[in-house]
């Protein structure tokens, strides 16, 4: 019974881990409160990101792949 008990707290840690990583990856840190968001034309690189042309600054849409 004591190894049952002892793969679960594995398992369950492991899959916890896993739930943390994968919110992580789905929350952003963009505040836009007070800001009109507009989109911009351009395709995205190898690494999900672009140039925005007006502003010069770097940014992911997807990713950072790389």
């Known amino acids: 019974m004591r190894k049952r008990t002892g793969l679960f707290v594995v398992v369950a840690s492991l899959l916890i881990g896993a739930a943390a990583v994968a919110g992580s990856l789905l929350t952003t840190d963009h505040h836009h409160e007070g800001q ?31």
């Open 36 to 66: 009109t968001v507009v989109s911009h034309g351009g395709g995205l690189d190898s690494c999900g990101g672009h140039t925005n042309h007006k502003t010069g600054r770097y940014h992911y849409h997807r990713g950072p792949f790389c």
